[in-house]
């Protein structure tokens, strides 16, 4: 083992599972043999808020902050917190990047400005250093599993790649930790996320000039918790939550698409699609799993 300790931090928004993320890759860490630092915040679990943990390992470690220039891999859960924190890593290091934009409620007011402003997918933003990068679609990899919430654990199993620890310890830890009667889909989660190398996202095109047609909306009603996020932030008023707490479509005809409750949901819940005679004008766009 190295006398040298190394550095990983992890990044995203609340709700991601963040936090619990940073403690099984120290628990696996634990096992493997290690002395282990961590540290985090707590403070900004509310959807929106930006939320991290730094790790340090080896023989022997005396802080568990990791200094700017020196991690040796940043797992990003949201595109731009890995825009954010990509300066934290050294040069030949990794960067593990969900390609899931989550945008903070208070960038929102103006729904036109957000969707130019808030930073798109290119993957040049991150090819300006010598870093290894993956890029993952870890929403719909989980997805595919059965259970969007598993998405952490994909973004995990794509990190393991640059981490010299034996699979057994990460299965292990994440069989520990994670919530009752979830293992096996974390699991799964996992072991996808380790054999994911590229990622393919449908960029879409701009709405016509004009009303564009209602848009799909898909409500997970075994998810939502009725807290009303959704239907407070809809510009259209197409959504409500009753008397009795159920979250309903009351104007699926206004839906325009802009997608806020889509990516303001705490619990992942609710998913919007283009109608469904303008789906064949999305345009696949291939990135490159791993950049060197």
């Known amino acids: 083992m190295s006398n040298k300790s190394r550095g990983l931090l992890l990044a995203g928004v609340g709700g991601q599972g963040v936090i619990l993320a940073g403690m099984i890759v120290a628990d696996a860490l634990v096992r493997a043999g290690h002395d282990v630092k961590q540290s985090e915040v707590h403070g900004m679990a509310q959807r929106g808020g930006s939320v991290f943990s730094h790790i340090r390992w080896g023989s022997s470690v005396d802080s568990p902050l990791v200094p700017l220039g020196s991690a040796d891999v ?3 859960f949201e595109w731009a917190e890995a825009l954010r924190w990509v300066e934290y ?3 030949g290091g ?9 945008v903070p409620p208070g960038a929102c007011t103006d729904r036109r400005s957000w969707s130019t402003l808030y930073p ?3 993957t040049d933003l991150l090819s300006s250093r010598t870093l290894k990068s993956r890029l993952v679609d ?3 990899t989980a997805a595919e599993l059965g259970n969007i919430r598993a998405a952490n654990s994909v ?3 794509s990190v393991a790649a640059f981490m010299d620890i034996e699979h057994n310890h990460w299965e292990a830890a994440i069989e520990h930790l994670v919530p009752r009667g ?3 889909v974390n699991l799964a989660a996992f072991r996808a996320g380790c054999d994911v190398a590229e990622a393919s996202v449908q960029r879409r095109p701009p709405d016509p000039v004009g009303f564009p047609g209602p848009h799909q909306i898909d409500i997970r009603h075994d998810w939502c918790k009725g807290c009303d996020i959704c239907s407070r932030v809809c510009p259209e008023y197409c959504l409500e939550v009753d008397i009795d707490g159920a979250l309903a479509i009351v104007d699926a005809e206004s839906c325009t698409g802009c997608r806020l409750c889509e990516m303001l949901c705490p619990d992942f819940a609710i998913a919007i699609s283009p109608p469904r005679d303008t789906a064949s004008l999305k345009e696949p766009v291939s990135l ?4 060197l």
């Open 74 to 76: 940043l797992a990003a």
């Open 89 to 91: 890593v050294r040069e």
């Open 94 to 102: 990794a960067v593990v990047a969900d390609l899931r934009r989550i």
């Open 120 to 122: 798109g997918i290119d």
């Open 138 to 140: 870890a929403s719909s």
């Open 155 to 157: 973004i995990l199993g």
């Open 182 to 184: 979830t293992e096996e």
């Open 288 to 291: 490159t799993g791993e950049q």
